[in-house]
């Protein structure tokens, strides 16, 4: 065979060679899927409402004596600006037999109100935020001693994290840190005013519309 005859052979098997690899590598490709779509982004903004339950202690341990159950509802608005979330939220607890103690006694908390700020950061359908605000609580008389009539305000401290799921719905644990103070009591022995305290872990469920 000729050179020539042997160079053109060459070229023909480099050339049949480098088509067998293109042919295997666009058996191998395969195109995206024109009917994929990416899942949007959850929005956080808008009106809300949703319920909570949970334990408030007047100690940071939650299962500490005098520790009671809560549960209650809430509802809020958040405005979302690209990452960032602030909002406002009202709450309405129900504190069945937490016992806080006071001077020669204990009183038992009932209810409690709190109107808060809110400011986060989101992560897609995770949002962590921080919250403030003031609270309105109602105090029961313990075995002796007499409470404060009416509602006393207070302030509470604390934040969360949220995540959120599909058809609006998204779940929180939070905690609050909840002062009371110049809470007047009364007993046979005389008169007396306590700051008071109350640490609180709750979990809850929201809805958006």
């Known amino acids: 065979m000729s050179l020539s005859a042997k160079s053109i052979l060459f070229a023909v098997m480099a050339v049949a060679a480098a088509t067998h690899a293109s042919a295997a590598d666009l058996t191998t490709y395969q195109a995206p899927d024109a009917g994929y779509e990416q899942p949007p982004a959850f929005k956080w903004s808008g009106a809300y409402f949703g319920a909570h ?9 939650p299962f500490a004596d005098g ?5 209650g ?7 979302q600006v690209g990452p960032g979330i602030i909002g406002a939220e009202l709450e309405g607890s129900y504190l069945g037999n937490n016992e806080v103690r006071v001077p020669n006694g204990k ?20 949002l962590l935020y921080g919250t403030a605000g003031l609270t309105m609580t109602k105090f029961d008389s313990g075995k002796g001693v007499s409470g404060p009539s009416g509602w006393k305000q207070g302030y509470l ?31 046979s022995r005389g008169k007396s005013k306590t700051d008071l305290r109350d640490h609180v872990i709750k979990a809850g469920l929201n809805y958006r519309f």
């Open 157 to 187: 401290l604390g934040g969360g994290i949220e995540q959120g799921f599909g058809g609006g719905l998204s779940a929180k644990v939070e905690y609050n840190y909840v002062m009371t103070n110049d809470v007047a009591t009364s007993t």
């Open 53 to 61: 339950g949970g334990i408030a202690s007047p100690k940071l341990n």
């Open 67 to 71: 520790k009671g159950l809560t549960g």
């Open 107 to 126: 009183l038992e908390e009932r209810f409690r109100g709190a109107a808060k700020a809110k400011a986060g950061l989101t992560f897609d359908r995770t």
């Open 73 to 79: 509802v809430q509802a809020g608005y958040n405005f």
